[in-house]
């Protein structure tokens, strides 16, 4: 048992610090910016009575509050998926209800997009064991990876890029208010329909990569664990908040207003560049 905990197969390590790690490898991914176009805003009561009075509404913010990802086969097109997102999106408004007087409120937005990406093909079912792992329960699924490959998908804060406000009689208000709870309880109370025959609609861009993972074992070289030098430092409530401060690196970045790129063709000496 000794020596099969300490072996090491060629394939696995030799005397060049070569190991193998379980992680997982990008097979395919996209970037897209998607506009979309006159999305309806799901709102509270609060909210709709503000609107049913405003006179001018403009949008203050925008953030996703959770996005959905689903895989799914493509059929007839081995080793391709669909992946189906649907952002959650919080708007938030700020309408004029009198002279001199604002109010805000916010809503909901629902956003979807489909891309097909290649995924890999794999013919395995992954059992593992969890800390939570029951030997009597054979039924438990914690352990069990699916032949699914992972999609990934970052984004940034969405840009907003119309407002509108609209009569229900000139568009056609077939969404149906489905919402997981989750998503419901982001607000301070509850949706609901549009009670003043208007509803409020707004265009999203959307800057997104998705990627498609799925487990893999690599051989890399590796080195040992360095320990640091630098020493943890302690902090006290003695010292004096003037003197840490005066130690912070000023943040020079921020105050910069341009951006300088080199010209095409290379800059001239004395590092000239354009500016813009």
Known sequence: MQDNR??????????????????????DACRDRDC???????????????????????????RILFANVGVDEVPFNNGFYRISIRYYVEVTFEA???????????GIAVIQKEVVLYGGEGNITTYSSTPGSNFCDPCSSANVSTNLP???????????????????????????LDLPDEIRCCLNEPLVESQHGIE?????????????????????????????????????????????????AFPTSRFRTTI?????????????????
Do not use: W
């Not at 300490?6 to 097979?27: E, F, H, K, W």
């Not at 070289?221 to 908040?241: F, H, I, M, R």
């Not at 010209?263 to 500016?275: A, I, L, T, Y």
């Open 36 to 62: 979309f176009e006159d999305e309806r805003v799901y709102l509270t009561a609060s909210g709709e009575d503000i609107l049913g009075v405003a006179t001018n509404i403009r949008t203050k913010a925008a």
């Open 200 to 248: 409020i609609r707004v265009s999203i861009g959307l800057f997104s990569i998705i990627r498609m993972e799925r487990p893999a074992q690599l051989l890399i070289q590796a080195t040992d664990y360095a320990v640091p030098d630098k020493e943890c430092t302690l902090s006290s409530s003695e010292n004096n908040p003037c003197d840490i401060f005066r130690g912070i």
């Open 260 to 276: 300088c790129q080199p010209q095409d063709p290379p800059p001239k000496p004395h590092g000239s560049c354009g500016c813009k």
């Open 150 to 176: 992972i999609a990934v998908v970052e984004t940034v804060e969405p840009v907003i890029l119309g407002t509108k406000v609209l009569d229900k009689c000139c568009v056609c208000s077939c969404e149906a």
């Open 96 to 106: 004029c209800v009198a002279i001199g007087k604002s109010a805000c409120f916010s």
């Open 6 to 27: 300490n072996a090491c197969s060629p394939q696995s390590c030799d005397s060049r610090g070569m190991v193998c790690i379980d992680t997982t490898r990008i097979l």
